[in-house]
């Protein structure tokens, strides 16, 4: 009976959450004062592979993550329901404006693949283990979110999604949607998934071009 109530919480309630949330303006940054104000953030986020010191993990991929999402991911540095200290110090020192314009330039660089659809359905669905069918109603069939507030997932760094994962479990990262997927997650299927959705076609490293 349990089990049951489960399956259907976790199946059925992001398909109608994702159907009730209404689609948000898109972001209306300016790419061209963007450009100005990312040259600071490719200074890690535009360096394939470039770690965090402590704990290590890559510094997440920008390259086609949507322009509304990472105006959320700022905003969320800066209102706390996120806690990485430069994170952080760098997001404070933007107005909503300039938030904005660097998200509208760093979506802007790379992402032909997110472009593209991502990987294909056959190879999406050949590798797929049956636990990531709890989050292809928000993050889509081959990790290519369905909304722009929403993620992208394919692609991105599977240390990176490995850290992200653990840290809305212990609670150091929050959201309404996302933390509750991740309460139910053990240590296992967390591996697995940060493994599967990192080997889709996706997310790429900003490079300036
Ligand atoms: C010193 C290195 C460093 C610099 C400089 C830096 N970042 Fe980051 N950024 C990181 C790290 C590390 C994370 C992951 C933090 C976490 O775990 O929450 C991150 C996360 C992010 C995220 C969240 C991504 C996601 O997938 O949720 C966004 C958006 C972002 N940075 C944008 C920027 C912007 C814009 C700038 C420049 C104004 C910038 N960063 C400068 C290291 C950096
Ligand atoms: C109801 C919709 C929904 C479902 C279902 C869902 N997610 Fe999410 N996910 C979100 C939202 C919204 C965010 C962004 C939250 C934020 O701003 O921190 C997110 C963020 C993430 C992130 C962090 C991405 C980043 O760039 O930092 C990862 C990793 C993730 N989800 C993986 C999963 C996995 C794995 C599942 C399945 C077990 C799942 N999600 C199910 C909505 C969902």
Redesign the pocket.
């Known amino acids: 009976m349990t089990t049951n109530i489960t399956y259907l919480i976790r199946f059925t309630a992001p398909l109608i959450l994702s159907l009730l949330i209404a689609q948000p303006a898109l972001a209306n940054g300016d790419v061209e004062a963007g450009k100005e104000?990312?040259y600071?953030?490719l200074?890690?986020?535009g360096i394939d592979g470039y770690r965090?010191a402590y704990p290590s993990y890559r510094?997440?991929k920008?390259g086609g993550?949507k322009a509304a999402y990472?105006v959320v991911?700022?905003e969320g540095y800066r209102n706390g329901t996120?806690n990485?200290p430069?994170?952080i110090a760098?997001a404070q020192s933007?107005t909503d404006q300039q938030i904005d314009d660097?998200a509208a330039y760093?979506a802007s660089l790379g992402g032909e693949a997110v472009a593209a659809g991502g990987s294909d359905t056959a190879t999406a669905e050949k590798s797929r283990p049956d636990s990531a069918q709890a989050c292809t109603a928000c993050h889509g069939p081959n990790g290519v979110s369905v909304n722009a507030v929403w993620?992208t997932i394919a692609g991105q760094h599977e240390d990176y999604l490995v850290?992200?994962l653990e840290?809305y479990r212990d609670g150091t990262?929050t959201d309404p949607l996302m933390s509750a997927q991740a309460m139910l997650l053990a240590d296992e299927d967390l591996e697995v998934l940060a493994h599967y959705f990192a080997n889709l076609d996706g997310l790429e490293t900003t490079e300036d071009k």
Do not use: D, S, Y
């Open positions: 104000l990312g600071t953030c200074g890690c986020h965090n510094v997440p920008l993550q990472l991911a700022l996120r990485h430069t994170m760098q933007l660097v760093l993620p850290h992200a840290k990262r």
